[in-house]
C-alpha cells in the first residue's frame, strides 16, 4: 500500500457499504453508515466534554487548536489524498493539496483571531460590557464538494468559543469527513470532536436533538429550507450556508485577454462543484465575440482526467446525481437554440463521472442552465446591450451569495457592486476567500456569517454584564 493511503484505510470499515472513486469506479474503502440513533450517544458526549473544554480557557483551547493544525500540516498529503479519492478532485492546482493547506490555515486563523470583552458603556456608575459565551454543543452538517475544509470552516470557530462539536459529514464523501476529523483529534481532548454518519435523516435528527444549541449547515437551499423546519421545535441557532447561482458582470472597457484566466477559474474551480463558484456570466456585445475566443483558449488548454494523475488540474463531478443534473441543463440550452463553444458532449460509456468542460454561449437569460445551479463545468454566457439588463439579471433569481464585476475601472465596478444581491462582490476576480474575512449569503443564499471575528461571534451567545 502507498504510505499516503494509510489514513484513508484506517477510516475505511471493515464491512459496510462500498465507497467508489468517481473517477474510476474503483472501491476505495467502506462506510457504515449511521443511523438517527447514533446521534444521541455523540451528542451525549458532546455535551459530557464541553464544560471541561470550556474550563481550559480561551489561551488553552486556542494552542489545543494550533496543535492540530500542525496535526492537518503533518497528515496533509494523506488527507490529499482521501479527498481527491473520494470526491475526485485533482491532487494539484487548486485542488487536494489545496484544500488540506486551507484547512490548516483556516484552524491556525481560528485559534489567533483576537476577540477582546468589548465595553460598551464606561460613565461614572453605568459600565456595560459585552461578552461571547459558549453555545454548548454545535451541530456541524457538510456537503460533498469542499468537504475537508467545510468542515474546518464549522469546527474550527465552534471549538475555540468553547463549545463541542458533533461533526455530520457528506454521505458522499463520508471517509473524508472521518479522516479530518480522525487527524484533528490527535491534538484534541477526548469527545470535544465527534463525528456521526449517515444520510439526511441523521443529519436531521442532529438539528432536532434537544442539547444541540447551534447548527453550522452548509449545502443546498432546499435542505437548509428542511433545517429551518426542523429547528423550530426546539430553536437551536442557525448559520446556514446554502447555494447560490453567482453571477459575473463584464463591462464594455474590460481587456478580454487580461480577464479571461480568472474568469475560467472563477467558474472552473473545483470542476464548478463550488458553492461561490461563477455560475452565469454576462459579456456585452461589444467585446461578446473576443472573451468567448479568449475563454476558450484558455479552457482548451486545462488538462482533466483522473484526479490522483498529477498533471491533471480537473477531474470528474463527484457522483451520478450532479452529473445529470449538468447533463439535463446543457440538453436543454442546446435544445432552445444555444451555442455550443467546446464540450457538451460526454462520453456516457466511459468510466467515471466525467463531464467535458463546457462552454455555451448566445443562449438566453431564461435558459434552465442561466437560471438554476448546474455545480458542474458548464458555464453559460449571456449576451447583453444595455448594462441595466445585466444588473437586473443578475439579481433577478432567489440566491446570492457572490457575484463579481470585470473592469478596467475600479469606481465603474465599485458603482455596480453596491447594486449587486449578494453576500460578496469581487472585482476583477471571482470567489476568492480568506480567513480573516466574513463570508455569508444574501437571499435564499443563508444568513449568518462565517470566518474572521464574525464567525467567532456567531457561534457564540452574547452576554451583557451591566453594572
Ligand atoms: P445537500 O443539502 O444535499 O446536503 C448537505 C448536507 O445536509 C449533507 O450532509 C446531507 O446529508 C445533509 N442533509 C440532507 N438532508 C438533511 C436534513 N433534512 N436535515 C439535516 N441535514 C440534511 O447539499 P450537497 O448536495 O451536499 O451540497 C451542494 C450544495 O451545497 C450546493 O447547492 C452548494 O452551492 C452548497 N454549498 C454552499 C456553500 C456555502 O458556503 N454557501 C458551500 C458549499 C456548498
Known sequence: MEERAALLARVSAGSGTEIKDPATGAVIGRVAFGTPDDVAAAVDTAAAAQPGWDALGDQDRCAALMRAADAIDAHAEELAYVVSREQGKTMNGLGARYEAAGCAAWVRAAASTPLPVEVLVDE??????????????????????????????????????????????????????????????????????????????????LVRDRRVGKVMFTGSVQTGMKVIEASAGNMPRLTLELGGNDAGIVLPDADPGAIAEGLFWGAFINNGQTCAAMKRLYVPDAIYDEVVDALAGIAAKVPMGVGLDEGNALGPLQNQMQWNVVNRLVEEAKARGARVVMGGDPDAGAPGYFYPKTLIADIDNAAPLVQEEQFGPALPIVRYTDLEEAVQWTNGVDVGLGASVWSADREKALAIAARLQAGTVWI???????????????????????????????VSVPQVISG
Not at 432 to 454: C, M, N, Q, T, W
Request: charged fraction near 10%.
Open 124 to 205: 461614572g456608575s453605568s459600565h456595560a460590557e459585552l461578552h461571547y459565551r459558549p453555545i454548548g454543543v454545535v451541530g456541524a452538517i457538510t456537503p460533498w464538494n469542499w468537504p475537508m475544509i467545510i468542515a474546518c470552516w464549522q469546527i474550527a470557530p465552534a471549538l475555540r468559543m468553547g463549545n463541542t462539536v458533533v461533526q455530520k459529514p457528506s454521505e458522499y464523501t463520508t471517509l473524508t469527513g472521518l479522516a479530518i476529523v480522525q487527524v484533528m483529534n490527535e491534538a484534541l481532548p477526548p469527545g470535544v470532536l465527534t463525528a456521526v454518519t449517515g444520510a439526511g435523516d441523521v443529519g436531521d435528527a
Open 428 to 458: 476583477n476576480s471571482h470567489g476568492g476567500i480568506d480567513p480573516r474575512v466574513p463570508f455569508g449569503g444574501a437571499k435564499h443564499s443563508g444568513y449568518g456569517l462565517e470566518f474572521g471575528v464574525e464567525g467567532l461571534k456567531a
